[in-house]
C-alpha cells in the first residue's frame, strides 16, 4: 500500500512539473490587420458580421502542411487579429461575396499590415427615402464579371443598426426571388419597393442587399442609411 500511495504522489509531482512547463508559455501577442477594399467601389467592402467574409491563416514558418486558423472579417471590410505567435503565414480572404483571391506571404511580427482588393459578385446601388409611415425603394443591380446564377435581392429594415440577414423586420423586408430570372432581365431591370408600417417616431436602418448561387451565398450590401 505504501507503495502504491508513493507511485501515486510521484505521478502527481511530475503532471505537476508538465503543467509548470506548459504555462511558461508567452501568449501569443503580434497582430495582423488590413483592409479588403471593393475594386467596383475603391472603398472597403461593405459586408456584416458574422456571415460576411472569414480570414485564412496558414503559419508556414515550421510546416508545408500546417492546421489552418480562421477569423471572421468586420462588417466595414477591415479585419484584425491580436492574438498570434510571431511567424511566416499565408493569409487569405474567403467565404465573403467576391471572386477567389490569391493568398498573401507576410511575416508577423509586432504589428503587420496585409490589404486585399476583391472583385465582388455584384454591385447594387438605391435610392432610399421615408415618408412618414412609408418607405420608397429604388435599386439597380450590376456586376463586372459573369458568376453563378443571382438567386434573389432584398431590402433589409430594423431598428437595429447592424441591419442585414442576421438582423431585420422580416415584416418589413421584402425580398425578390430571382431563381426563375434571367440574369440579364434582372441586370437590366430597375427594381421598386413601397414598404409601409414604419412606426413615426422611430429610427430605421435600412440597406438593399443581393446574392448569387456562389459559395455561402453572402449578399453583396449598399451602404446603411439611417433615416429618423
Same mark, same amino acid.
Given at each position: 500500500?505504501?507503495?502504491?500511495?508513493?507511485?501515486?504522489?510521484?505521478?502527481?509531482?511530475?503532471?505537476?512539473?508538465?503543467?509548470?512547463?506548459?504555462?511558461?508559455?508567452?501568449?501569443?501577442?503580434?497582430?495582423?490587420?488590413?483592409?479588403?477594399?471593393?475594386? %467596383?467601389?475603391?472603398?472597403?467592402? @461593405?459586408?456584416?458580421? $458574422? +456571415?460576411?467574409?472569414?480570414?485564412? *491563416?496558414?503559419?508556414?514558418?515550421?510546416?508545408?502542411?500546417?492546421?489552418?486558423?480562421?477569423?471572421?472579417?468586420?462588417?466595414?471590410?477591415?479585419?484584425?487579429?491580436?492574438?498570434?505567435?510571431?511567424?511566416?503565414?499565408?493569409?487569405?480572404?474567403?467565404?465573403?461575396?467576391?471572386?477567389?483571391?490569391?493568398?498573401?506571404?507576410?511575416?508577423?511580427?509586432?504589428?503587420?499590415?496585409?490589404?486585399?482588393?476583391?472583385?465582388?459578385?455584384?454591385?447594387?446601388?438605391?435610392?432610399?427615402?421615408?415618408?412618414?409611415?412609408?418607405?420608397?425603394?429604388?435599386?439597380?443591380?450590376?456586376?463586372?464579371?459573369?458568376?453563378?446564377?443571382? %438567386?434573389?435581392?432584398?431590402?433589409? @429594415?430594423?431598428?437595429? $443598426? +447592424?441591419?442585414?440577414?442576421?438582423? *431585420?423586420?422580416?415584416?418589413?423586408?421584402?425580398?425578390?426571388?430571382?431563381?426563375?430570372?434571367?440574369?440579364?432581365?434582372?441586370?437590366?431591370?430597375?427594381?421598386?419597393?413601397?414598404?409601409?408600417?414604419?412606426?413615426?417616431?422611430?429610427?430605421?436602418?435600412?440597406?438593399?442587399?443581393?446574392?448569387?448561387?456562389?459559395?455561402?451565398?453572402?449578399?453583396?450590401?449598399?451602404?446603411?442609411?439611417?433615416?429618423?
Amino acid at each position: 500500500m505504501k507503495r502504491i500511495k508513493l507511485f501515486s504522489l510521484c505521478l502527481l509531482a511530475a503532471f505537476g512539473v508538465s503543467c509548470a512547463d506548459v504555462d511558461n508559455y508567452d501568449a501569443p501577442e503580434e497582430t495582423i490587420r488590413g483592409t479588403v477594399t471593393d475594386l %467596383i467601389t475603391g472603398e472597403p467592402l @461593405v459586408t456584416e458580421q $458574422p +456571415n460576411g467574409f472569414r480570414i485564412q *491563416l496558414a503559419e508556414i514558418s515550421w510546416s508545408d502542411n500546417p492546421q489552418l486558423e480562421y477569423f471572421w472579417g468586420k462588417a466595414d471590410g477591415t479585419f484584425q487579429n491580436t492574438r498570434l505567435f510571431p511567424g511566416t503565414y499565408e493569409v487569405t480572404p474567403i467565404e465573403g461575396p467576391f471572386f477567389d483571391v490569391e493568398a498573401k506571404t507576410v511575416e508577423v511580427k509586432g504589428v503587420t499590415e496585409v490589404n486585399f482588393e476583391v472583385m465582388p459578385y455584384l454591385h447594387v446601388t438605391a435610392s432610399i427615402q421615408r415618408n412618414g409611415e412609408t418607405l420608397n425603394v429604388t435599386y439597380d443591380i450590376e456586376r463586372q464579371r459573369v458568376g453563378e446564377k443571382i %438567386i434573389d435581392a432584398r431590402v433589409f @429594415v430594423s431598428t437595429n $443598426p +447592424n441591419v442585414g440577414s442576421n438582423i *431585420l423586420d422580416n415584416d418589413l423586408s421584402p425580398m425578390r426571388d430571382f431563381a426563375s430570372t434571367p440574369d440579364e432581365e434582372v441586370l437590366g431591370t430597375t427594381y421598386q419597393e413601397t414598404i409601409t408600417g414604419l412606426e413615426v417616431g422611430r429610427t430605421y436602418y435600412v440597406r438593399v442587399g443581393a446574392r448569387t448561387d456562389a459559395g455561402d451565398k453572402r449578399y453583396n450590401f449598399t451602404k446603411t442609411v439611417e433615416l429618423q
